[in-house]
């Protein structure tokens, strides 16, 4: 059979200077390409301000550190539990907490966890060579309808950010009514005995997402003091 021509075809090889001045798109330019075509592709914007793009935004990111904020929580005999947070629950910081809790924006536990990590010499000024870190745990109604357990998660994270054990000490037998519902009074009688712990050898802090009242801290800090745990303190997010 005869052989089978194809026409010859004569092919440019650009030199490496040609290569070096061709057009290049800047680093900003190509991420907010890439932010425009995830807003339209699948709606993705950042949960701080809702700007199309991956994840926070640079300001949204930034706002999570903010100067952190210490109370004090009065305890039954006057004893007194101090509860560091990382900054105040206002937005855009209250928006990224709000997507990470309740809108599957799992990613952002990583964001949230390091804005935490700085705050740990504050919590534990002897050194963390004993330390643990306990989750406060959500009720078993928030984890069926959130599909995960966010303070969990937001613990672990920071544990491996700083090195820190995570120790689940912390078990809710009781269900509560949903502390949003409540006034303050209210919110205290509603955590009163719904924690009980397990035993343990560790320096505890205490982690959370909101602080409010401190009326489902203090409960948790009552239960794990019971136990002989001692509590330093308490970290939340806001």
Not at 83 to 104: E, L, N, T
Request: glycine share 10%; proline share 7%; hydrophobic share 40%.
């Amino acid at each position: 059979p005869q052989a089978l021509r194809y026409p010859s075809r004569s092919v440019h090889r650009l030199s490496d200077a040609s290569c070096a001045t061709a057009p290049r798109l800047d680093q900003s330019v190509r991420m907010r390409f890439l932010d425009a075509m995830a807003d339209l592709l699948i709606g993705a914007q950042c949960s701080g301000c809702g700007e199309p793009g991956w994840g926070l935004c640079t300001s949204c990111r930034e706002a999570l550190h903010g100067a952190p904020l210490q109370r004090d929580v009065v305890e039954p005999g006057d004893q007194r539990l101090v509860v560091v947070a990382a900054g105040s629950y206002r937005p855009p910081v209250s928006g990224i907490i709000k997507g990470f809790k309740d809108h599957g924006a799992w990613h952002l536990a990583g964001d949230l966890a390091a804005s935490l990590l700085p705050l740990l010499p504050q919590v534990w000024w002897e050194g963390v060579d004993d330390g643990c870190l306990v989750p406060v745990p959500s009720s078993a109604a928030s984890v069926r309808r959130r599909g995960f357990d966010h303070t969990l998660a937001l613990t672990r994270r920071l544990g491996r950010h700083s090195g820190v054990p995570v120790a689940r000490l912390l078990a809710r037998p009781l269900p509560a009514r949903d502390q949003t519902e409540l006034d303050r009074g209210g919110r205290w009688s509603n955590q009163r005995g719904r924690f009980h712990a397990r035993p343990g050898s560790c320096r505890v802090v205490i982690v959370d997402d909101v602080v409010t009242t401190g009326a489902t801290l203090l409960a948790a800090s009552l239960a794990l003091k019971a136990a002989g745990l001692d509590v330093p303190a308490i970290l939340d997010a806001r």
